[in-house]
Antibody, heavy 121, light 107 residues
Framework: QVQLVESGGGVVQPGRSLRLSCAASGFIFRSSGLHWVRQAPGKGLQWVSV???????KYADSVKGRFIISRDNFKNTLYLQMNSLRAEDTAVYYCVRDTASDGGGHGFDVWGRGTMVTVSS | EIVLTQSPAILSLSPGERATLSCRASQSVNVYLAWYQQKPGQAPRLLIYDASNRATGIPARFSGSGSGTDFTLTISSLEPEDLAVYYC?????????FGPGTKVGIK
């Protein structure tokens, strides 16, 4: 079945780095637009970044210059490299599939279960 | 950045009642608005896209309407399993933004 499984979360000190992964299955990964969306504890949803099928990407201002989104179409895996982490980056990070290959489609139709990132000293 | 506001923040209704949730955009998003449902402890789920189209597998009691800056999600007859937070999201301009959510509780 169509599935997204995130991994790589954990506890990290401020200023350090972490890389999240998202393994996809059950659909044509290389044709899909993919996003990262995060949710701080007890808070709402915040869009973080998108990568289209051809590798073009966009970022929220709050993470621009610190986070890097990438994909490996051979491994069917999405990544989020998070550098210079701050306390306000603490959240559950969801890997999400877009309905369109360029990431600007109708909506987010497949969600992973999320991976928790805690930035704390 | 397009800001979305949702009202009410909390809605408590009895099973069988009609729920009306509002989402307002700070500028026109045409019909490029989606609604998501997030049940406790779960990831969100796409309910409605392009303002009024139900996503695959979504029950007919969920419907969306609106265009421009004002949108509505209606649950025609509330079921106990509809207990959740509902978020709107605009897809008209980058960055994509979400509303703060409406928490629907069942009396």
């Amino acid at each position: 079945q169509v599935q997204l499984v995130e991994s790589g979360g954990g506890v990290v000190q401020p200023g350090r780095s972490l890389r999240l992964s998202c393994a996809a299955s059950g659909f044509i990964f290389r044709s899909s637009g993919l996003h990262w969306v995060r949710q701080a504890p007890g808070k709402g949803l915040q869009w973080v970044s998108v990568i289209s099928h051809d590798g073009s990407n966009k970022y929220a201002d709050s993470v621009k210059g610190r986070f890097i989104i990438s994909r490996d179409n051979f491994k069917n895996t999405l990544y989020l490299q998070m550098n210079s982490l701050r306390a306000e980056d603490t959240a559950v990070y969801y890997c999400v599939r877009d309905t369109a290959s360029d990431g600007g489609g109708h909506g987010f139709d497949v969600w992973g279960r999320g991976t928790m990132v805690t930035v704390s000293s | 950045e397009i800001v979305l506001t949702q009202s009410p923040a909390i809605l408590s209704l009895s099973p069988g009642e009609r729920a009306t949730l509002s989402c307002r955009a700070s500028q026109s998003v045409n019909v490029y608005l989606a609604w998501y449902q997030q049940k406790p402890g779960q990831a969100p789920r796409l309910l409605i896209y392009d303002a009024s189209n139900r996503a695959t597998g979504i029950p007919a009691r969920f419907s969306g309407s609106g265009s421009g800056t004002d949108f509505t999600l209606t649950i025609s007859s509330l079921e106990p399993e509809d207990l959740a937070v509902y978020y709107c999201q605009q897809r008209s301009a980058w960055p994509l933004t979400f509303g703060p959510g409406t928490k629907v509780g069942i009396k």
